[in-house]
């Protein structure tokens, strides 16, 4: 991929929305030398709107829920992008993202469900955005979301 970040971005029509700050006694983002750790982003649109709530297997459809995973990575980026000053080129690696998905007890798709959140950051960073993860169902998430992911990146 010979874009920068900010281009790809531009291509794939995804306007950053301003970074959410935190909710609760913690920070956003920590950096500490060259690695960026981002706290647990949930999947708010531009408006600041959670447009799907519920769980996967229930509620929310394993569609809408890659929708969400999406919505998260673009959260993920957005703090990225506040931490590097707007400097995107910044970014080394996505080293990994952890993910929880909100989900039945019996659904066993939560890879495919993360794969809304991988697929944009190897789109928006190329080989950069290739990762290690972990893709965890659990019985509840904040706000009832279906989807919360954080992130650990290598930075410049």
């Not at 590097?84 to 890879?111: E, W, Y």
């Amino acid at each position: 991929m010979s874009n920068s970040p900010k281009q790809n971005l531009d291509d794939l029509g995804i306007t950053l929305p301003v970074p959410v700050a935190p909710v609760a006694n913690y920070v956003t983002y920590v950096q500490t030398g060259n690695l960026l750790s981002v706290s647990g982003q949930l999947p708010l649109n531009n408006e600041g709107k959670l447009p799907y709530l519920g769980k996967v297997g229930q509620e929310v459809t394993p569609e809408d829920a890659v929708k969400a995973a999406r919505l998260c990575a673009i959260n993920i980026i957005s703090q990225i992008n506040a931490a590097c000053d707007g400097d995107l080129g910044r970014v080394v690696r996505i080293v990994k993202l952890g993910a929880f998905v909100n989900c039945t007890d019996s659904f066993p798709g939560q890879p495919a469900i993360v794969n809304g959140a991988s697929d944009l950051m190897v789109a928006v960073f190329g080989d950069a955005g290739k990762h290690s993860r972990s893709a965890v169902g659990t019985n509840a998430l904040p706000l009832n979301v279906p989807v919360e992911i954080d992130a650990l990146i290598e930075i410049s």
